[in-house]
């Protein structure tokens, strides 16, 4: 068999609807054989090893458990969904203390049990935060971790195509930037439809202006939506788009799309956001978006809404004062 790296690969929040699906999916596109399933919730996390038993991949070493150091220790790679889960009617944000509490933990396990981590990817809401306060407390090189952001890009994309029903295919270079949450900064300029470009359709009125205006309105309420039509959070695109990211970082395909990762630049400090991304064996590197002045102004927008919940999180204890972060973390 082959396989991108026979390197251990852990999924945190495995009993999930989330890890649960990144662990096949793992599986199907063959990233590794060493694949370590790890959940505090026990009897979900058998039955989802059972599952991936059931479906006989062969030449693999699947192993699960509720010990966090068995999971953790060796670890290579590392994705985490372990977090609450948004509900009908929350935001992103309304998770905040509880999942930047999880997080708090599982940097400190990072630290603790697999130090030498080559990448971890954070889908667990508010991801700017809970991936900010992870890298906080395990000590690692930015570079090193990432968060689910993609996600916003391929709505985008997405509502493209079914806007002017063509192949998605027919849509390139989709991006939205800065916070994962209904604060992100969607750019037209950057994008193209069946190879015109869409800010000068939108001038145009080929997208008259309150079309543009819902459409985008869609792309920053997509989760909303899927929990509206499902009844629960999505689960089947961050499970595909995170260990697609994950991939990457193994060697394989470039991730491309927009990801979330650690920024202090003259323009923006101390925080974790969607830039101009690409992942690859060597992590992930960022550059600044170029927009538009309001698409500009809309990111600046984004960056002081994610200021806020870094600070809240400062006020609330679970991270220390800026000034303080490089004594927990050198390279931050």
Known sequence: MDFLTNEKLTIVGAAGMIGSNMAQTALMMKLTPNICLYDPFGPALEGVAEEMFHCAFEGVNITYTTDIQEAFEGTSYLVSSGGAARK??????????????????LGKDIRQYCPDVKHVVIVFNPADITGLVTMLYAGIEPSKLSTLAALDSTRLRSELAKYFGISPDKVKNCRTYGGHGEQMAVYASTASVNGEALDKMIESGKIPSQDWVDLKLRVVQGGKNIIDLRGRSSFQSPSYISISMIAAAMGGTPFTWPSGTYVNNDKFQHIMMAMETVIDKNGVHYKMPKGSAAEDAELATSYGHLCKLRDEVIEMGIIPAIAKWDTLNPHM
């Open 88 to 105: 009908a009617g929350m935001t992103r944000e309304d998770l905040l203390k509880g999942n930047a509490e999880i997080a708090a933990q």
